[in-house]
């Protein structure tokens, strides 16, 4: 008897899902039409503490493009979507991708790009300071 196959694994779906944030972070799951119907929509999760957040995007395959390994988002509709998005959107395996959320919780700062920024900064306050004397 064979397995099942996982979704979006085999890459014969219509979206491609852009994956955001662990689903072992939430208990619970919506999926919200975003838009027309059929283009974009966002699976919600809920969280034990009651807040809801992105888990996940689908995108229509008409509307985005995969280009060296990268999604490529073609509609207009569907670019607004990107704000949420850091970084690039990395293809996984399938029609799964894999993004970073724009907002970092506080418990996860200071990233190491803040401590990189940090550290150039102070510099810059210390040779501006011995040039003074």
Same mark, same amino acid.
């Not at 694994?9 to 972070?25: C, D, L, N």
């Not at 975003?34 to 699976?43: A, P």
């Not at 990107?82 to 970092?104: C, E, S, T, W, Y």
């Given at each position: $008897?064979?397995?099942?196959?996982?979704?979006?694994?085999?890459?014969?779906?219509?979206?491609?899902?852009?994956?955001?944030?662990?689903?072992? %972070?939430?208990? /619970?799951?919506?999926? %919200?039409?975003?838009?027309?119907?059929?283009?974009?929509?966002?699976?919600?999760?809920?969280?034990? /503490?009651?807040?809801?957040?992105?888990?996940?995007?689908?995108?229509? =395959?008409?509307?985005?493009?995969?280009?060296?390994?990268?999604?490529?988002?073609?509609?207009?509709?569907? %670019?607004? $979507?990107?704000? %949420?998005? =850091?970084?690039?959107?990395?293809?996984?395996?399938?029609?799964?991708?894999?993004?970073?959320?724009?907002?970092?919780?506080?418990?996860?700062?200071?990233?190491?790009? $803040?401590?990189?920024?940090?550290?150039?900064?102070?510099?810059?306050?210390?040779?501006?300071?011995?040039?003074?004397?």
């Amino acid at each position: $008897m064979a397995k099942r196959k996982a979704p979006g694994s085999t890459g014969k779906g219509k979206f491609y899902r852009i994956e955001i944030r662990p689903k072992g %972070q939430f208990s /619970s799951f919506r999926v %919200q039409d975003v838009g027309k119907k059929g283009g974009l929509e966002r699976l919600a999760g809920h969280r034990k /503490s009651g807040s809801w957040d992105t888990v996940s995007w689908l995108i229509a =395959k008409d509307k985005a493009d995969v280009v060296k390994g990268h999604l490529k988002v073609i509609g207009k509709k569907e %670019q607004s $979507m990107l704000k %949420q998005i =850091k970084g690039p959107i990395v293809h996984v395996k399938g029609d799964i991708f894999r993004a970073h959320p724009r907002n970092v919780p506080e418990a996860k700062k200071p990233t190491p790009a $803040m401590k990189r920024a940090q550290k150039a900064n102070i510099k810059k306050a210390q040779a501006a300071r011995a040039k003074k004397r």
